[in-house]
């Protein structure tokens, strides 16, 4: 019995930390640098991400402005497998996949009914404070569209 709970208890603690280190360099909470940042029209602004752990997956929470200017907030909770899951609150896209380069840089893919909608890289710089996240887009005129958006970690 005493065996059975330690290996249960040692399991436990190797996916607790496999999940801190699938989104180590990303966790927190990102704030949007303007003066940094490079939104071309039609690109929305996130002016907040925040990445946390949730269970074995990652949660990321996105708080800006769409490219008219209203409010817009967006859930995405899933792995850094390149496989799809859902996003919410986001009319650009339904689904969303993140695949993990190295322990700085991700890619992405959103996609809306199937179809891809926009892809991009984001890049943790070498010292974790800043994060940069480069965006090709199809806005609603099917005009593609490009932004670079650069964050500080608060």
Not at 100 to 128: M, Q, Y
């Amino acid at each position: 019995m005493k065996a059975r709970t330690t290996v249960l208890t040692l399991a436990m603690c190797l996916v607790a930390v496999a999940v801190c280190f699938a989104a180590d360099s990303f966790t927190g909470t990102w704030k949007l640098n303007e003066g940094k940042s490079k939104l071309g029209a039609g690109v929305p602004k996130n002016t907040t991400v925040v990445y946390e752990a949730a269970g074995d997956n990652v949660k990321i929470t996105v708080e800006g402005t769409d490219s008219e200017g209203q409010a817009t907030h967006n859930e995405w909770t899933g792995k850094f497998d390149g496989g799809d899951y859902p996003v919410t609150g986001d009319a650009t896209c339904d689904m969303r996949s993140y695949k993990k380069v190295d322990k700085h840089t991700l890619t992405f893919i959103g996609k809306k009914d199937g179809k891809e909608a926009l892809s991009g890289r984001v890049v943790i710089s070498a010292d974790g404070k800043s994060r940069t996240v480069h965006v090709t887009a199809t806005d609603s005129k099917g005009n593609k569209v490009r932004g670079t958006a650069v964050y500080d970690k608060q």
